[in-house]
């Protein structure tokens, strides 16, 4: 069966410092992979997806960057966050979108 | 451009009433598909029933049920017997065919009182 693994949990980074998200899928092979950003408990606004190793696509200017080194791997970064990047991150994957999305279990962000 | 709407941002129920929580969507596209997915307070996404534009029937899971009206574009989930642990922030979710993109809508919280 296929999982989806998304660390850490839990973040308290300073303005300023670079962040790692980490997002990883077992059990599929050439998934799409997307990151979304949840604030105030709210919707969902999609950053970043891809269709396959070193194809990112950006749906938001932003302080974020995403890269896919490897098929199942997918990581979000920043050289330097902002206040405004605290929220909730959540890493998704579906094959095709008849069947929606399988959502890791998110990564709460709070920049201080 | 795709749109989901959800125009109730908060809802209250007592537990064992049943509760109907409003989705319109509007898309050029003919294949399509629709989704509500449900967000309890550990905040992990689960996906509650899907339906495929293409089919009349309402899709049904358990207790949760959708109308889905294609020519209005609107696509609300009725949940039956509504339990405590019903409680949590529902989205209504459009993927189109021609990508694999997902649009959401903002969300409805739901509070189910015991």
């Known amino acids: 069966s296929q999982t989806i693994h998304q660390w850490p949990a839990t973040l308290v980074q300073p303005v300023g410092s670079p962040l790692s998200l980490e997002c990883t899928v077992e059990?599929?092979?050439?998934?799409?992979l997307y990151w979304y950003r949840q604030a105030a408990g709210r919707g969902l606004q999609l950053l970043f997806y891809?269709?396959?190793?070193?194809?990112i696509s950006s749906e938001v200017p932003q302080n974020l960057s995403a890269s896919r080194p490897q098929d199942r791997q997918f990581i979000l970064s920043s050289k330097k966050l902002l206040l405004s990047d605290s929220g909730f991150y959540l890493c998704?994957?579906?094959?095709?979108?008849?069947?929606?999305?399988?959502f890791g279990s998110g990564t709460r962000l709070t920049v201080v | 451009a795709q749109t989901v709407t959800q125009s109730q941002p908060e809802m209250s129920v007592q537990e064992a009433e049943t509760v109907t929580l409003s989705c319109t969507y509007d898309?050029?596209?003919?294949?399509?598909?629709l989704f509500w997915y449900k967000q309890p307070p550990s905040r992990q996404m689960i996906l509650v029933i899907r339906q495929e534009a293409y089919k009349q029937q309402n899709a049904t899971e358990n207790r949760f049920s959708v109308n889905f009206q294609k020519a209005a574009k609107s696509f609300s989930l009725k949940i039956s017997d509504s339990q405590l642990g019903d409680t949590a922030m529902y989205f209504c979710a459009l993927g189109l065919n021609r990508d694999d993109k997902i649009i959401f809508g903002k969300g409805t919280r739901l509070h189910i009182l015991p």
């Open positions: 891809s269709v396959g190793i070193g194809q």
């Open positions: 998704a994957w579906n094959r095709q979108v008849n069947y929606g999305y399988t």
């Open positions: 898309t050029s596209e003919s294949n399509y598909y």
């Open positions: 059990g599929t092979s050439n998934p799409n």
